[in-house]
């Protein structure tokens, strides 16, 4: 079955770093996602991304955050100067399209611990 | 703006018991809904999802849910629990009208006795 893959797995980085997280969507999708969910909260919408273009973000995803496909085929989330308060998991996400309708697959997510 | 309630944190089911979680939504227009579950260490893993028509839907690993337009809500229910059903899951509502964009609750992790 098709699915989503990101890395890393777990990321440990110093208050003040840039991070980049990766995911590789399924290859037929069109709509990528971010999520993310802090520990014991909600998992929250970041930014969706759609013909190589933001098409919405919530008011968590400030100039901080960034996202781009570079390849085709990666799915980047680049956080520039992290805070303490970044701390959570990180969920990408792709659905195929219209006629996919709204079903999201969600990879595994990327745990990032800012000390 | 599309929200969603669950209201328990946590529940505790003996294996082989019947296990029943909720799940209340708020959206003005007629909502997509869905079921995730979330082992530990795994990402989500969609369970089912209800977009229209009959309102009691079935699921991966005998789970199923039924939608009631009246009360708001999308209760997802399992007749027999087993030890692997351990797991966190969260409810989320999601509609065409705002981007398609998911949003869950908070989320009830299950505890499975033996």
């Known amino acids: 079955e098709p699915e989503v893959t990101q890395t890393p797995s777990h990321q440990v980085t110093q208050m003040g770093q840039e991070v980049i997280l990766r995911c590789v969507p399924i290859s037929n999708h069109l709509y990528f996602y971010w999520y993310r969910q802090i520990l014991g909260q909600k998992v929250e919408f970041l930014v969706s991304?759609?013909?190589?273009?933001?098409?919405?973000k919530s008011e968590i995803f400030d100039d901080q955050f960034s996202v781009e496909r570079p390849d085709g085929s990666n799915f980047t989330l680049k956080i520039r100067s992290t805070k303490l308060e970044d701390s959570a998991m990180y969920f990408c996400?792709?659905?195929?399209?219209?006629?996919?309708?709204?079903?999201?697959?969600f990879g595994a997510g990327s745990r990032l611990t800012v000390l | 703006a599309q929200s969603v309630t669950q209201p328990d944190i946590h529940i505790t089911v003996s294996e082989g018991a019947s296990l029943e979680l909720r799940c209340n939504y708020s959206y003005g227009a007629t909502p997509y809904l869905f079921w995730y579950v979330q082992s530990p260490g795994q990402g989500l893993q969609l369970l089912l999802k209800y977009f229209s028509g009959d309102t009691l839907v079935q699921g991966i690993k005998g789970f199923e849910a039924e939608f009631k337009r009246s009360q708001s809500s999308f209760n997802l229910r399992k007749p027999s629990v087993h030890w692997s059903d351990a797991a966190e899951y969260f409810c989320a509502v999601g509609a065409r009208a705002a981007g398609n964009k998911l949003t869950f609750g908070g989320g009830t992790r299950v505890l499975v006795k033996p």
């Open positions: 991304f759609y013909n190589n273009e933001i098409s919405e």
């Open positions: 996400a792709s659905r195929e399209g219209e006629s996919g309708a709204n079903v999201l697959t």
